[in-house]
């Protein structure tokens, strides 16, 4: 009896060993995937940054030592970088973050022949190649919309290489997965990303695939940070000794600047319409691209340098600089050239241009409050906040980028209020984002394009992964 009771303990033992050794099996398998492509992720956001980086350098110069040349380059470069999308990959103009919220939704076995199209290795290199051409040309565009459409193709693409007998993973979790690591890489806000995905790009109760998404920001961001350092976006502004008052201009900041965020959304989306009922053939495309880079130049040239590239250079001298006043003519550059350029057809993200005009708020009612050094990094800090949540309807994520670029916790919860007011006022304008009603469109466009194609088949998807 007692040998036969020791068979089966040894049995037993053995038989759970085996499973217990299957399920880790299985979860490294499904973990591996999302831990190589979020260090290809890290790998290219780190080249992206450094090659932006470098051709915004460009343009800071010819800025200081001949300015007028710009006359002829930023027509050039507006025409180059809307050019190459065109030819090469449709889908990678603008900020590519519709693009993803779009793939998320055709992640599916009736759809996914078509997310292709919206995120492939043709469309990051359209994207690297058609903003670094517009930034240099002084567009106001910023690399963090197209940084998380490179990492959303890249967890997409690691996804096809794995092989039949591979544990499957579902493409939606990844491509989710991959656009938040793509933020926390480009602009090294670990739990900014984290919250973006929440509240921007998922309906997905996030226990799903929660693991996956926490490892994946981790190992890009520290691929990111081991080239390019432990480095705060914005650095630390000084925002002590606040006094209560200060609350009253933040509200305020807060209403203009969320109106001034949602009202340029719905101009673009005007435009864009506008473009594709009246222009009809390239060269009346072209003549467009002409005649609204000339403009932004000669905004440039005329009225304030400050009209031209992302706005990161105006965010740190405003927040940095004894030159915290902006006159009432800087906001009004700011949002005109983000439009200009953001309607230009070419690959730019608006995220820093949005963060940069909401500065360039705060500033200006900071000098009409005349406001002390500390109470202006603040409002200036809100009126980031509250710009970009006019655009995104993302009051949380828009709190929590401007938290991790600075550091400043203590006043946390004066950059949620600020995102609040925001997204309240907002919806006077719009009740839907920009990045929703470009997501719809491009869905539109897709199902209209392939509506006579036959279907991709593929086997059926997990619910997670």
């Known amino acids: 009896m007692v040998n036969f009771l020791g068979s089966i303990r040894k049995w037993l033992k053995y038989y759970f060993d085996q499973i217990r050794n299957e399920r880790v099996k299985n979860n490294i398998l499904q973990a591996l995937p999302f831990w190589v492509a979020s260090l290809l ?18 343009t800071d110069y010819i800025l200081k030592h001949n300015d007028a040349l710009f006359f002829i380059i930023t027509p050039v470069c507006f025409v180059l970088s809307w050019w190459v999308v065109q030819k090469f990959a449709p889908y990678a103009k603008g900020s590519g973050i519709p693009q993803v919220m779009a793939s998320t939704e055709l992640a599916n076995p009736r759809y996914i022949g078509k997310v292709k199209k919206l995120l492939s290795m043709r469309v990051i290199l359209v994207k690297f190649v058609s903003s670094i051409i517009m930034i240099f040309g002084g567009g106001v565009i910023g690399r963090e919309g ?11 693409k690691v996804n096809q290489w794995l092989p039949s007998w591979w544990p499957k993973i579902s493409k939606k979790n990844m491509i989710l997965t991959g656009a938040a690591a793509g933020l926390a890489a480009a602009f090294n806000t670990p739990l900014g990303g984290i919250v973006f995905a929440v509240e921007e790009l998922t309906k997905t109760h996030i226990n799903y695939f929660k693991t996956a998404l926490f490892t994946a920001i981790i190992i890009a961001g520290l691929t990111s940070q081991a080239f390019l350092g432990p480095y705060l976006y914005l650095g630390y502004p000084d925002v002590s ?35 594709k009922n009246k222009l009809k053939n390239w060269q009346q495309q072209v003549l467009f691209l002409v005649l609204s880079s000339l403009v932004l130049v000669s905004l440039m040239y005329f009225v304030n340098h400050r009209a031209f590239s992302s706005g990161k250079n105006l965010m740190t001298e405003t927040l940095f600089t004894p030159d915290k006043y902006s006159d009432w003519d800087v906001p009004v550059l700011r949002v005109v050239g983000s439009m200009l350029s953001f309607t230009s057809g070419a690959a730019g993200g608006i995220f820093a241009p949005a963060l940069a005009a909401g500065a360039s708020i705060g ?28 655009v995104t309807r993302t009051p949380f994520t828009s709190a929590i980028l401007v938290l991790e670029m600075t550091d400043r916790h203590n006043v946390i919860f004066h950059l949620m209020v600020a995102g609040m007011i925001a997204s309240l006022v907002s919806l006077l304008v719009d009740r839907h984002s920009l990045y929703d009603r470009l997501k719809d469109q491009y869905l539109r466009e897709l199902h209209l394009e392939d509506e006579k194609k036959p279907v991709a088949k593929e086997p059926p998807e997990p619910a997670s992964s």
């Open 41 to 58: 992720a890290g790998l290219l956001a780190v080249s992206y940054t450094k090659i932006f980086a470098w051709a915004s350098e460009g």
């Open 146 to 156: 197209p940084t998380i459409q490179i990492a959303g193709s890249i967890f997409r």
């Open 241 to 275: 000794n606040l006094e209560p008052s200060v609350f009253v201009t933040l509200i305020i900041v807060a209403i203009i600047a969320g109106l001034s965020g949602s009202g340029m959304s719905k101009m673009i989306l005007y435009i864009g319409k506008w473009k």
């Open 363 to 390: 500033s200006w009612m900071a000098n009409v409050f005349q406001l002390s050094p500390s109470a202006s990094n603040l409002i200036i800090l809100g009126g980031m906040v509250a710009f970009l949540t006019g």
